[in-house]
């Protein structure tokens, strides 16, 4: 039961680097998103997808790309890194119902970025 | 704009005692309500999800209620166990139809149960 898997768990970047944070569900769901959480902030949206093809900006999406090739997959882009962008970076994924409603939320374990 | 605010930040008790832990939002138009568990380091665990239809759902210890018009949730915890411990995590989710695709998260309430 792999349910939704991330990868690298830990990364340290310099200012100005590029990454890819890795994202990917084995449950068929159409809904896929990327969050990060910060002390005193919460879980701030940063994309999602509700199918291969199809994204969208959150809440804070500048500085980050995304893309959905497959159902499977759902990766995050940081372009070119800044402190700022030092967060846990979690994604999460649920099943489409009726109306373009999302079900219950399952999340990866997180992925820990520094950006010194 | 949708808040969601969760009162404790944190809370302490012994082990063996039923407790509450509370969930409020701003906006009353919500498809669902999710409570999440955070261990340390760790990702979110689903705990418990209430349709807006619902008043209640239940799942072995856990009681969650859901009263959509004073925009309140609670999430009732019975003999509480070390293993409780943890910040747990409500989330509102508005309807695709209102144009929002998106939870938004409490602060969440950090809960250590002492043995």
């Known amino acids: 039961n792999a349910g939704v898997t991330q990868t690298p768990k830990f990364q340290v970047l310099k200012t100005g680097q590029s990454m890819t944070l890795q994202c990917a569900q084995d449950m068929n769901h159409e809904y896929m998103s990327w969050y990060r959480q910060d002390p005193g902030m919460g879980l701030r949206l940063i994309h999602y997808?509700?199918?291969?093809?199809?994204?969208d900006q959150g809440e804070v999406p500048n500085g980050y790309n995304v893309s959905r090739s497959t159902t499977e997959d759902f990766p995050l882009r940081l372009l070119s890194a800044a402190p700022s962008q030092t967060s846990v970076y979690f994604c999460a994924s649920s099943p489409l119902l009726s109306g373009g409603n999302t079900g219950e939320l399952f999340f990866g374990e997180g992925s820990r970025l520094t950006v010194l | 704009k949708q808040e969601v605010t969760q009162i404790p930040a944190a809370l302490s008790v012994p082990e063996g005692e039923n407790l509450v832990l509370n969930c409020s939002f701003t906006d009353s138009a919500i498809y669902n309500l999710q409570w999440f568990r955070q261990d340390p380091g760790k990702g979110l665990t689903s705990l418990l999800l209430i349709q807006s239809s619902q008043r209640e759902q239940t799942s072995g210890r856990l009681n969650a209620s859901l009263d959509k018009s004073s925009g309140r949730s609670t999430l009732y915890i019975a003999a509480s166990q070390p293993g409780d411990s943890a910040t747990y995590l409500c989330?509102?989710?508005?309807?695709?139809?209102?144009?929002?695709?998106?939870?938004?998260f409490g602060q969440g309430t950090r809960l250590t149960i002492n043995p």
């Open positions: 997808s509700v199918g291969a093809g199809i994204t």
């Open positions: 989330a509102v989710r508005r309807s695709w139809s209102l144009g929002a695709q998106k939870l938004v």
